[in-house]
């Protein structure tokens, strides 16, 4: 894992430049985590940068009122800040997992971080930066439970996963075939379900659970089980004529090798006590196609 110390003189520098440029007021929270000073109001760019980010992932993307918080949200915030935007200058937009593509190619949005994994096919109508991170499909359990230890242990129990989703069915498909599968509308519903005694396990990608866990009346009562079988690499979304590729990819290099990345990740999910794959993260971004 690299830890590299970087200095941030040209964040400083334009700190000194730019101090009399004027912010469009935003209401994103400005608690970047390790984001530099230069960064946290207006940075150098002129005007906004509409960033996508889910609101309803804790640990992740979450809106709280005026407040967006989550390591996507913190991640983002660095990389615009990187890129000029201070955090005035962040329009955040809601970006569902269906409406991802659509948000990039019709410009309502100018990249979007929001669990977003890099496939082949997504890379036919959007490009990507990065990764950022490499999440793994995972089991969220009760805290005490030390039965299930992977998929293979879900033989005869209950496993939540969101309507929709394909990762319980992978599991039965893949794994067991004996797992009763229940859905929600949501994953709080499945842990709810969870910390109930209604199903054995919830599943998705592990930061997500992870997330999940993490939250205040979930600490202590369940736990991610560690054992991811699947990867899954989570890259910075952008419109297929975005130019902003490897300035994007140098961001995320500094990030990761300066510290942040890691102060980041435990700020916002190391409550839950999980622990990223080390043989996969931090992730080195690919090169730009």
Excluded: H
């Amino acid at each position: 894992m690299r830890r590299g110390r970087l200095v941030l003189a040209l964040a400083a520098a334009a700190t000194l430049t730019l101090a009399g440029c004027s912010s469009d007021g935003g209401d994103d929270d400005t608690d970047a985590g390790a984001t530099s000073e230069a960064t946290e109001t207006s940075g150098g760019a002129e005007g906004t940068i509409k960033i996508g980010i889910k609101f309803d992932q804790p640990g992740l993307g979450f809106q709280d009122g005026s407040e967006y918080t989550g390591f996507d949200v913190d991640v983002a915030k660095f990389v615009a800040g990187e890129l000029g935007y201070g955090e005035d200058q962040i329009e955040w937009v809601q970006s569902p997992s269906a409406q991802r593509e659509t948000l990039l190619q019709n410009g309502q949005v100018d990249m979007i971080f929001a669990t977003y994994s890099i496939t082949d096919k997504r890379k036919e109508v959007v490009s990507f930066a990065g990764p950022y991170f490499v999440a793994g499909q995972d089991l969220l359990v009760a805290a005490d439970d030390d039965s299930i230890t992977g998929p293979e242990d879900l033989e005869g129990k209950n496993l939540c996963s969101v309507t929709g989703s394909t990762s319980a069915q992978r599991i039965k498909d893949e794994y067991a075939a004996g797992t009763n599968l229940l859905e929600q509308p949501g994953y709080a519903e499945c842990v709810t379900a969870l910390t109930a005694g209604t199903v054995d396990a919830v599943t998705t990608d592990d930061i997500i659970l992870a997330g999940l866990a993490a939250v205040p009346a979930n600490e202590g009562k369940v736990k991610v089980v560690g054992n991811p079988f699947s990867e899954e690499n989570y890259g910075v979304g952008l419109p297929k004529e975005s130019d902003k590729c490897e300035a994007i990819n140098e961001a995320i290099t500094k990030m990761i090798e300066d510290g942040t990345w890691q102060e980041l990740l435990d700020k916002n999910v190391g409550a839950s006590g999980y622990k990223a794959n080390e043989e996969l993260n931090p992730p080195e971004p690919a090169a730009c196609a």
